[in-house]
């Protein structure tokens, strides 16, 4: 199939350069990361941070995520502390993200963190990120790379799909391998799971040798964006559904399903990670078939799953 948007680029040496100078220029590109498509910027630059609100249409007061190359970038930034150590040790480079405090003398654009004086911070896994970040000296200010509310890519092309040509350049990598964003832990005082994802609850209490909760009741202040609607195909979605009609898209899990057109199984052989792998996938292309609603299936809480309900769920709203 040929591309219709001539803004998506293989990884190649050539290419790798010209996303590294676009970034030194403060321009923004779309990369690729293990666990959705981001939109990455100077996180030192006003300019660049300023253009990546822009371009998501991304209220302000819904802070970025700044990825690192590495442990010895991120201490110019952020207060590090003993349960980060056990985790990073456990986890990083991966789909885990550390909310901690911000160093005093720290360079990161006062924009992409809304005037809190905490910021979430990732090291990526994704080898192609890490080879632009690796040469960079500065860190990117990556948030996915969709509309403000809209569903996160997995794939170049539906980076394209939401930005268009406007868009200077998409790295296209391969299709991210969790497919859900990256889990946010909050380590500045009672540690908390913000968001959750891919690396889950039990994971965490276990490294830590303690309860951690996931708490999305009372992080108000603490993540903006997890309150409001989000996520969202922009067709309403209606949860633990037990069947449906010809005409509504009906998402499931496992292999008690029929085939039909208009049945869409998240896992056949009922893997929990190949579930989470397919989901933003299913959503885009349920939407590009114009249905006009969304049934879902229950789909089971364990491991990722817990991630892929509190999706759906936001999804919903
Ligand atoms: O997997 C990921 O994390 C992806 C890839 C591209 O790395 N990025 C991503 O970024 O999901 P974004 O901007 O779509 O989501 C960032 C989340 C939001 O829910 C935001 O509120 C929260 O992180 N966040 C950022 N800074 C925070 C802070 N200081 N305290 C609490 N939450 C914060
Ligand atoms: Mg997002």
Redesign the pocket.
């Known amino acids: 199939m040929r591309n219709i948007y001539s803004n998506i680029f293989k990884v190649n040496n050539k290419n790798l350069s010209k996303a590294i100078n676009l970034l030194k220029k403060k321009d923004l590109v779309g990369v690729p990361?293990e666990?959705?498509?981001?939109l990455a910027g100077n996180a030192y630059s006003d300019i660049a941070v300023k253009k990546i609100y822009k371009f998501k249409k991304?209220p302000n007061k819904?802070?970025?995520?700044i990825?690192y190359h590495d442990i010895k970038s991120l201490k110019n930034d952020v207060e590090l502390n003993d349960s980060f150590y056990k985790l990073y040790k456990a986890f990083s480079p991966g789909?885990i993200?550390f909310?901690l405090n911000k160093k005093k003398n720290s360079k990161i654009s006062k924009s992409s963190?809304?005037k809190?004086k905490?910021?979430?911070v990732?090291i990526?896994r994704n080898q192609t990120i890490r080879r632009i970040l690796k040469v960079l000296k500065f860190p990117l200010a990556?948030?996915?790379?969709n509309k403000s509310t809209r569903v996160?890519p997995v794939t170049a092309e539906d980076v394209a799909s939401e930005f268009g040509n406007s868009l200077k350049m998409i790295l296209k990598g391969k299709r991210s391998a969790i497919g859900l964003?990256?889990t946010?832990v909050?380590l500045t005082s009672k540690i908390k799971i913000?968001?959750p994802?891919f690396i889950n609850q039990n994971d965490i209490s276990r490294i830590l040798k303690k309860r951690i909760k996931f708490s999305a009741s009372n992080?108000k202040i603490?993540?903006?964006?997890?309150l409001k609607r989000h996520y969202s195909p922009g067709i309403p979605i209606k949860l633990n559904q037990k069947s449906s009609k010809k005409n509504q898209a009906f998402i499931v899990f496992g292999k008690k399903y029929k085939k039909a057109k208009n049945i869409f199984n998240l896992s056949i052989k009922e893997d929990i990670n190949e579930a989470a792998r397919n989901l933003y996938k299913t959503l885009r292309m349920i939407k590009n078939k114009k249905y006009k609603i969304i049934y879902v299936s229950k789909i089971p809480t364990h491991g990722v799953g817990l991630a892929i309900n509190d999706r759906l769920s936001r999804a919903s709203k």
């Open positions: 990361t666990t959705v498509y981001g991304r819904n802070p970025l995520i990825h789909p993200t909310v963190t809304a809190l905490t910021v979430a990732r990526p990556i948030p996915s790379a996160s964003e990256s946010v909050d913000l968001r994802g992080n603490k993540a903006p964006g997890m």
